[in-house]
């Protein structure tokens, strides 16, 4: 089974992506991109998502050094932003595939094992679908 790297700032985000993509990939979580990077290191990582925004972080910027450090491991990035407002800036080379939220299982599980079919899973749900969490004025909103 190859593993998935997730990466948010967003505890429920994360929970909510483990449980749905844990049925596909060996399934590790971080809340920063340092931490990102110190599991990189350490273990072996098939995949990396992560959202655009982290706190005092920068995605692109975390899919760049991984793209320097770690050319093995495959990049993926998500937002609730439109493409065009965050790729034409920058790092664009370093992102593979890019997922606008609320993210489709399928369309990262599918992604993912593109052009490894002797890899990919069986069953996968096509309705599985993770919902976005907007934070606005309460900084612990749940996901609904």
């Given at each position: 089974m190859l593993t998935l790297l997730l990466v948010d700032d967003d505890a429920v985000v994360l929970d909510l992506l483990t449980r749905l993509l844990g049925r596909y990939f060996d399934v590790i979580t971080c809340e920063s991109a340092e931490m990102a990077l110190r599991v990189i290191e350490e273990q072996m990582v098939d995949v990396i998502l992560t959202d655009f925004e982290l706190?005092?972080?920068?995605?692109?910027q975390l899919l760049a050094e991984v793209q320097r450090r770690f050319?093995?491991?495959?990049?993926m990035l998500t937002s609730g932003r439109e493409p065009s407002t965050i790729l034409p800036r920058r790092?664009?080379?370093a992102v593979e595939r890019f997922f606008r939220k609320p993210l489709q299982a399928l369309h990262v599980v599918t992604a993912v094992y593109e052009g490894r079919p002797s890899d990919r899973p069986h069953g996968i749900a096509s309705g599985d679908q993770i919902p976005s969490c907007e934070r606005r004025e309460r900084?612990?909103?749940r996901c609904g």
């Open positions: 706190a005092n972080e920068d995605g692109l050319p093995h491991v495959r990049r790092g664009v080379s900084p612990h909103a």
